[in-house]
């Protein structure tokens, strides 16, 4: 974590924590960074909100003035821009998205010329440079000033790659999707529609102001209402940017990223697809969705919380599939981000490849009870390691043997430590979390 960076690049309230001053500033030095020894191409994507605008034409003039040429996407996903750079040679691409937050956040999102998340020492660089810790970069003049070119095709040609990936069309199935008022609306109903779909849309109209308010990933009850009202096959909801989706069954019922991993997992496994017969998780994903693997065979790893951090272990290990529990979901054969429309089209695969209604694949798996309560801590190393907390976990975990767990972690930008507990039902995930937390408070840990 740096000062400005987080996972998931510099976040913060449009002209708040993130304003036009600090935009500019990144622009001009990956403009700088990237042009030292040819010019630069860069290639910006945004989302629906309103403050998107404003920063993307602060970091072209920062771009620019550094040199560097600029290929804007304009409205268009995040694994958009990942695959873009990717496949057309850029020297790093930027998304203009603060994700699932509200509108009046924004985020700017770099993604280096291998369609990653950029390297923590360049972003720690674009820090010094903000704070004026290095010296000033100079301006580019006469020609070598950089220039703007509209490049909307590049989001038609990625619209196309995700319509040639289904093996099978989608013909007759009754698919519901929301939009979440975010970057979907331009690209999800164009990709469905194409494969032969009945496409029902909800939530595709952004005003600069709706983008995530009662709809997509994170109001999963509207969807589910949808579906059921409509009486459709499947439905998938996807987040501001897209690089998520979660998915509702025929009944109506949530299906999130544990579920998906394990019903695209197994299905891959079959297919003699699942490279090293392995699934990477996050820590955070549920004792279920381990246990079904365990049954059937499959192999599993546990990073770190974030997405970044499950797209290095499967890089690094030639891994096939991995995400969260959140919905980002990575699928490494076709991308080297989470891609929420990506993930959609390989669940209607596994569907319609074992002609099975959704609700039966994600039955498999016996999700336990969960429960996750913040604890505001003076010191949060000190609350992790004091030698009673210890000894209370350790309690907890001997207790729940086989049948649940307990993760204690400490919040990456709060002082807070969180304390989760699965098991067999809610009141016991709530009695094991309460008695460490208690133990917490009797130690004066706790603000």
Known sequence: MGKYFGTDGFRGEANVNLTVEHAYKVGRFLGWYYGQEHKAQIVIGKDTRRSSYMFEYSLVAGLTSSGADVFLLHVTTTP????VVRTEGFDCGIMISASHNPFYDNGIKIINGNGQKLEASVEEQIEAYIDGKIPEIPFAKRENIGRTVDFSAGRNRYIGY???????????????????????????????????????????????????????????????QFVKENQLDVGFAYDGDADRCIAVDERGEEVNGDLIMYICGKYMKEQGQLNNNTIVTTIMSNLGLYKACDREGISYEKTAVGDKYVCENMMQNGHSIGGEQS???????HATTGDGILTSLKLMEVMIEKKLPLSVLAGEVKIYPQVLKNVRVYDKKEARENPEVVKAIAEVEKELGEDGRILVRESGTEPVVRVMVEASTDEICEKQVDKVIAVMKSQNLVQ
């Open 162 to 224: 995700l319509i040639s990936i289904p093996t099978r069309a989608f013909k007759n199935k009754r698919v519901g999707l929301d939009c979440s008022n975010g970057s979907a609306s331009a690209i999800a109903k164009s990709v469905f529609d194409a494969l032969g779909a009945k496409t029902y849309v909800i939530n595709n109209e952004p005003d600069g102001t709706n983008i995530n308010t009662n709809c997509g990933s994170t109001h999963i009850e509207v969807l589910k």
């Open 327 to 333: 919905g980002h979901i990575i699928f490494s054969k």
């Open 80 to 83: 958009s821009v990942s695959y």
